[in-house]
């Protein structure tokens, strides 16, 4: 029997080079993963940092309303640059942006609030094209000013007016519903993003309006004073050469003064305590003996309307008390007019850092389309197909009209203090997040549905003609026959009834499992430990849809940091 020794040795070598290879790819694929897990830390470093970052941001903001903010946010940015380096260039930029805006609206509404302080009516007409009706106030925010609105008329045209289209029915229910606005524009094109609404005709009440008043009592004749000049529940102080004498109050019954009492606060003494006016109106008042003569003394004389006084002494005497001026319209709650005015400026401090989102149909859904554009394809699955043409377009466009406003409002809410459970039955149930149903303005001016809008587009997207012209993002422009055959494709095989489908599911369903979702990863958050204003500042980095794999990504390091720590 003959052994090769060489194809022994081969084989061997074979072996022993499929090994290495072997090694060699696990080592390459254990050095990649060591890289993507380095960045990846850099990452959430840098996304941390940016968060601290975000936090002061919102101290400086909130806490600054008439002073000038704008340079010690530009030092924190400079200062914070490096740390946020790893997001790359393009987050360095958006954030120094973001302040610079900032900055121009805090100096706006700074002007405007001292030009209208004390005329808020005028600004509102500038604003909104019509005088209020009732009474209005200014209230100036950091980078907002808000018009509070006493008279429900008021709030109702602002609410509607502020695009200066024609009102709908829909649009006078969502105000009435409503307790604040945030406004992107107004006809003041200088406060676009700064103006928001109060709704107070809720929320009011009515307060006297007091003033200190002062007489001097005269010598040897009578002085008056009027019980309807008076702040009955408050004290008459009397003051005997410059110095405290005695205190004069009032007991009122069914709005008329009843009893008076008159108290001497040296001695702790009262010198009479409830008279009754109606049984004994007068009183003489003999001054101590030992500071006046005997002879020294006062006649008091009450009657249902006031009393007189006529001054037998020699020292200067004078009366000093509140004034009844009017009355004063005020707020009832103001935790609650603070946290409505707190959630709107939120509205408007999110448009600082909007995430970018994707502003066209994806070029990479329409080149696969274009690739296979149904041809060759069996019933099944170009129904298939079909469904995800459909269901990836109705995806896109509700990203584009609805889940950024999903997103502000949990974001506002969540800052406002509202709590998950309260922010998921707002946005599932409260017809002024149903967005699906609101209006959307065409050119034409006419107002129409969303959902029937987007319904329409989607015809179009997928009818005759127009998917045709999206292969214009495939590289393969020359293929006339492959664009030919995908018109007339989507023109014969895409229904009414699968868009209206996929509308009511995604739309629908599918948009309240991703309500779920986001509200999800700030409980996930706040398992974390972090706080209200941290969580804000990690939700305004990122879309919602970019929430779960951010926190995932946040838990991960953490863990990793916590075992690096035990070891």
């Known amino acids: ?70 340079e010690i946010l530009m030092e924190l940015a400079k200062e914070q640059k490096d740390n946020v380096a790893a997001l790359g260039p393009g987050a360095s930029i958006a954030l ?72 709908s029915i829909n649009d006078v229910e969502k105000a009435k519903k409503s307790q604040g606005a945030a406004f992107p524009t107004c006809k003041v094109s200088d406060l676009s993003n700064c103006v928001i609404i109060e709704k107070a005709s809720n929320n009011f ?29 408050g004290t008459v102080f009397w003051y005997v050469e410059g110095e405290i004498m005695y205190q004069l109050t009032f007991q009122t ?80 709650d103001e935790s609650l007019s603070k946290r409505v005015r707190r959630h709107e400026e939120q509205h408007q401090f999110n448009k600082l850092f909007v995430p970018k989102e994707h502003s066209e149909i994806p070029p990479s859904l329409i080149k696969s389309l274009s690739k296979t554009a149904l041809i060759n394809m069996d019933r099944a699955e170009a129904q298939r197909a079909k469904v995800k043409i459909i269901e990836a377009l109705v995806r896109h466009y509700r990203r584009m009209y609805v889940d950024f406003r999903a997103r502000d409002e949990i974001i506002a809410y969540y800052r406002d203090g509202s709590d998950i459970k309260a922010i998921e039955d707002l946005l599932k149930n409260s017809s002024l997040y149903d967005y699906k149903s609101a209006d959307i303005t065409l050119e034409s001016g006419k107002k129409i549905p969303i959902q029937q809008w987007l319904e329409n587009l989607l015809k179009n997207d997928l009818g005759a003609g127009r998917l045709a012209r999206y292969t214009e993002y495939s590289k393969d422009k020359k293929d006339f026959a492959k664009r030919s055959s995908l018109n007339f494709y989507a023109g014969h095989l895409f229904f009414e009834r699968e868009i209206k489908d996929s509308l009511q599911s995604i739309f629908v369903s599918d948009y309240n499992r991703s309500i779920d979702e986001w509200l999800e990863q700030i409980k996930n958050l706040e398992k974390l430990g972090y706080g209200r204003q941290q969580i804000v500042a990690f939700c305004n980095m990122l879309p919602a849809r970019a929430w779960k794999s951010f926190v995932l990504r946040l838990s991960r390091h953490g863990q990793k940091a916590k075992k690096e720590q035990v070891a």
């Open 1 to 70: 029997m003959v052994v090769n020794r060489e194809s022994g040795i081969l084989s061997g070598l074979k072996d022993e080079l499929s090994e290495a290879s072997r090694k060699s790819r696990e080592e390459l694929r254990s050095k990649k993963q060591n890289i993507v897990g380095e960045r990846m830390q850099e990452l959430v470093e840098a996304q941390k940092n940016m968060n601290a970052l975000l936090v002061k941001i919102y101290e400086k903001v909130c806490g600054n309303t008439g002073s000038n903010s704008s």
């Open 96 to 167: 120094e942006n973001a302040l610079l805006e900032y900055s121009k609206l805090h100096d706006k509404v700074g002007f405007y609030y001292r030009q209208y302080e004390q005329k808020p009516e005028e600004l509102f007409e500038k604003c909104f094209g019509k005088k209020p009706e009732g009474k209005v106030q200014l209230i100036l925010g950091p980078m907002t000013i808000c018009f509070r609105c006493f008279n429900e008329q008021d709030y109702i045209f602002a609410y509607t007016n502020y695009k200066h289209e024609d009102t």
């Open 205 to 233: 009440g009515f307060v006297d309006k007091i003033k200190q008043n002062k007489i001097e009592i005269k010598k040897g004749s009578k002085t008056r004073v009027e019980f309807s000049d008076l702040n009955l529940n």
């Open 253 to 332: 019954k069914k709005g008329r003064v009843s009893g008076v009492n008159l108290y001497d606060p040296k001695n702790d003494n009262f010198i009479f305590l409830d008279k009754q006016i109606d049984s004994s109106p007068d009183e003489r008042i003999v001054f101590p003996a030992e500071k006046y003569r005997e002879t020294e003394y006062l006649d008091i004389e009450f009657d249902d309307r006031g009393f007189s006084i006529v001054d037998h002494s020699r020292k200067k005497q004078l009366l000093n008390y509140e004034v009844l001026s009017g009355r004063k319209i005020v707020v009832k």
